[in-house]
């Protein structure tokens, strides 16, 4: 399964609404999570069974979607939340996305 | 507190080989799906391989298919990775990463620091 996500790059201010997208190559229920790399640190896990907030993550994150198409969206955005997102399948062994750059505009 | 400590990484030339750990703690080991995720300098996550609780169940990505052996040993909480054939596509950071759930489909929920694995002449 081949998991896509744009943009690659996305340049936001801080309180902006910003939106990543992942398509999957094909239906994957609601099999998808969402991690957040800072530089030089391991991955984070946000967000799993495509909707499910990870404990102590906060509420302006959120997750949408079923099938083969998934949103990340970030409400008011905050100067921790800069840095590399990732959508991650395991409905069929395991696939990450390509990563979305979240960068200060 | 869950912990993950890989070692064993460090230079190695193109063909060789490399035997990575991971040294788990503050879980039941036993009961959980391990695996090995790597992420080359500047670059993606790449699964890599996933063994299961009892070693029964192995799965690798088609990129190691062949080259790299995944096991694990519940007795000493250690999970180990071989890895053969070397080329510089396999330069990468190796991370340890412990399933989120116990059985059925499960994302990642806790990674160790990782360990580099660098592939040059």
Redesign the interface.
């Known amino acids: 399964i081949q998991m896509t996500q744009s943009p690659s790059t996305l340049s936001a201010s801080v309180g902006d609404r910003v939106t990543i997208t992942c398509r999957a190559s094909q239906n994957i229920n609601i099999?998808l999570?969402w991690?957040q790399?800072k530089l030089g640190k391991?991955?984070q896990?946000l967000i799993?069974k495509a909707s499910t907030l990870e404990s102590g993550v906060p509420l302006r994150f959120n997750g949408s979607g079923s099938g083969t198409e998934f949103a990340l969206t970030i409400s008011g955005l905050q100067p921790e939340d800069f840095g590399t997102y990732?959508c991650?399948q395991?409905?069929s062994?395991?696939?990450?996305?390509?990563?979305t750059k979240v960068e200060l505009k | 507190d869950v912990q993950l400590v890989e070692s064993g990484g460090g230079l190695v030339k193109p063909g060789g080989s490399l035997r990575l750990s991971c040294a788990a703690s503050g879980f039941t080991f036993s009961h959980y799906n391990m695996n090995w995720v790597r992420q080359a300098p500047g670059k993606g996550l790449e699964w890599v391989a996933s063994i299961s609780g009892s070693s029964n169940y192995i799965t690798y990505a088609d990129s190691v298919k062949g080259r790299f052996a995944v096991s694990r040993d519940n007795a000493q909480d250690s999970l180990f990775l071989q890895l053969n054939s070397l080329s510089a596509d396999d330069t990468a950071i190796y991370y340890c990463v412990r399933d989120k759930f116990v059985g059925g489909s499960s994302p990642f929920e806790y990674w160790g620091q990782g360990t580099l694995v660098t592939v040059s002449s």
């Open positions: 099999w999570a991690y790399q391991t991955p896990l799993y990732f991650q395991y409905n062994l395991w696939t990450f996305g390509q990563g």
